[in-house]
Antibody
Framework: QVQLVESGGGVVQPGRSLRLSCAAS????????MHWVRQAPGKGLEWVGL????????YYADSVKGRFTISRDNSKNTLSLQMNSLRAEDTAVYYC????????????WGQGTLVTVSS | SYVLTQPPSVSVAPGQTARITCGGN??????VHWYQQKPGQAPVLVVY???DWPSGIPERFSGSNSGNTATLTISRVEAGDEADYYC???????????FGTGTKVTVL
């Protein structure tokens, strides 16, 4: 069965960096675009960004562009989110999400990992 | 950037029908997807491409989309339908994915 397992969350000071990972299994990873979606405590869902199936294309929300970088290793079935210059408003649960092929919607989500930016 | 607006809350009695709207400029020209999120859980897709169901989702969940409003309808509401619901689209003009503001459905 499809599994997406995030890791790497924790408490980090403002201005510092953190790297999240997502281990994918149960499907052919290289066939799918992958996304990160976040949710601040008590708030709604916010799209963070995506990487194409082959890693050649990346798109980011305006709120993280220039600070966050998404990458993938198709040989290891892993997705990563490098977060630099973190701010208090980046505090959220971060979800690794699989987009159904060429559809624009998400059919599988990880359980999420909490990132807290605080001094 | 493209904005999707939902009512913050909807209340409904068991067995009745809940309707959740999602407003956006010419949203009828886009494919709208809906997610259900229960406390402490990841979202789950309940309707895709305006009105289709993923496997395992009851047909009590249905969707429509026209003009500037998309609607998720939950028929014969059950206590287990109490959750937050989000609409979502892909905005081709910006290549961004957009979520609605979310609606909390309360079953009375």
């Amino acid at each position: 069965q499809v599994q997406l397992v995030e890791s790497g969350g924790g408490v980090v000071q403002p201005g510092r960096s953190l790297r999240l990972s997502c281990a994918a299994s149960g499907f052919t990873f290289i066939n799918y675009a992958m996304h990160w979606v976040r949710q601040a405590p008590g708030k709604g869902l916010e799209w963070v960004g995506l990487i194409s199936y082959d890693g050649r294309n990346e798109y980011y929300a305006d709120s993280v562009k220039g600070r966050f970088t998404i990458s993938r290793d198709n040989s290891k079935n892993t997705l990563s989110l490098q977060m630099n210059s973190l701010r208090a408003e980046d505090t959220a649960v971060y979800y690794c999400v699989r987009e159904a092929i060429l559809t624009g919607y998400y059919n599988y989500w990880g359980q999420g990992t909490l990132v807290t930016v605080s001094s | 950037s493209y904005v999707l607006t939902q009512p913050p809350s909807v209340s409904v009695a068991p067995g009745q029908t809940a309707r959740i709207t999602c407003g956006g400029n010419n949203i009828g020209s886009k494919s709208v997807h809906w997610y259900q999120q229960k406390p402490g859980q990841a979202p789950v897709l309940v309707v895709y491409d305006d009105s289709d169901w993923p496997s395992g989702i009851p047909e009590r969940f249905s969707g429509s989309n026209s003009g500037n409003t998309a609607t998720l309808t939950i028929s014969r509401v059950e206590a287990g339908d109490e959750a937050d619901y989000y609409c979502q689209v892909w905005d081709a003009s910006s290549d961004h994915y957009v979520f609605g503001t979310g609606t909390k459905v309360t079953v009375l």
